[in-house]
């Protein structure tokens, strides 16, 4: 009864690990390509190995937009303890924010239009899921692993290339200069 037990769950995480896999070949092949501008990047961690921290523009459109709309439901929102539990609310929040691909100063190049709101997107309007958690907003991968000793190349990446998934969600692909020049070889995703 133990080996079925022990058989069962191991059929289980592999196919999970399996569908995952799956899915993200999926976003990778049918998924739309964006462009996002990355803000200053992070040197590399000594303990980590050869990687690149990134951080996003649209993260802090996206955090200013979320500021604002939290200083106007505390305006709105009468004296004492409501406006501390919308402050509460507010510090670890979940959404999606509206970008629009511009094609400046790239093509592909996507920008930041507002929170979203329910109201139907223009045509070339899409959603990009974030994460609040404090005060830091996260839309996109956080790093950029790349092989030991090829750090110079990517020293100067402008944008993250991503394909976006239908529920908001992206997966990085690569690195690319002010150019729109994928880093690294190859070709636009």
Same mark, same amino acid.
């Given at each position: 009864?133990? %080996?079925?037990?022990?058989?069962?769950?191991?059929?289980?995480?592999?196919?999970?690990?399996?569908?995952?896999?799956?899915?993200?070949?999926?976003?990778?092949t049918?998924?739309?390509?964006?462009?996002?501008?990355?803000?200053?990047?992070?040197p590399?961690?000594?303990?980590?190995?050869?990687?690149?921290?990134?951080?996003?523009?649209?993260?802090?459109?996206? %955090?200013?937009?979320?500021?604002?709309?939290?200083?106007?439901?505390?305006?709105?929102?009468?004296?004492?303890?409501?406006?501390?539990?919308a402050r509460?609310?507010?510090?670890?929040?979940?959404?999606?924010a509206?970008? %629009?691909?511009?094609?400046?100063?790239?093509?592909?190049?996507?920008?930041?239009?507002?929170?979203d709101?329910?109201?139907?997107?223009?045509?070339?309007?899409?959603?990009?899921?974030?994460?609040?958690?404090?005060?830091?907003?996260?839309?996109?991968?956080?790093?950029?692993?790349?092989?030991?000793?090829?750090?110079?190349?990517?020293?100067?990446?402008?944008?993250?290339?991503?394909?976006?998934?239908?529920?908001?969600?992206?997966?990085?692909?690569?690195?690319?200069?002010?150019?729109? %020049?994928?880093?690294?070889?190859?070709?636009?995703?």
């Amino acid at each position: 009864m133990r %080996r079925l037990y022990i058989l069962v769950v191991l059929v289980l995480f592999l196919g999970g690990y399996a569908l995952a896999a799956h899915r993200m070949e999926t976003v990778r092949t049918e998924g739309k390509t964006i462009l996002l501008a990355l803000a200053p990047v992070d040197p590399r961690a000594p303990l980590m190995g050869d990687y690149m921290a990134l951080r996003y523009v649209v993260n802090n459109d996206i %955090r200013k937009a979320l500021a604002a709309q939290k200083n106007a439901q505390e305006n709105a929102a009468k004296a004492g303890q409501k406006a501390a539990t919308a402050r509460e609310q507010k510090r670890n929040a979940e959404g999606f924010a509206v970008l %629009r691909i511009t094609n400046e100063p790239v093509p592909q190049a996507a920008t930041f239009v507002r929170l979203d709101d329910g109201s139907p997107l223009q045509a070339d309007e899409f959603l990009l899921a974030y994460r609040l958690r404090g005060y830091e907003v996260t839309s996109a991968a956080p790093a950029f692993y790349f092989q030991e000793g090829t750090a110079r190349q990517y020293a100067g990446a402008k944008f993250g290339v991503f394909k976006l998934a239908a529920d908001g969600k992206t997966l990085l692909v690569g690195l690319c200069d002010g150019g729109g %020049r994928v880093i690294g070889g190859g070709n636009m995703p």
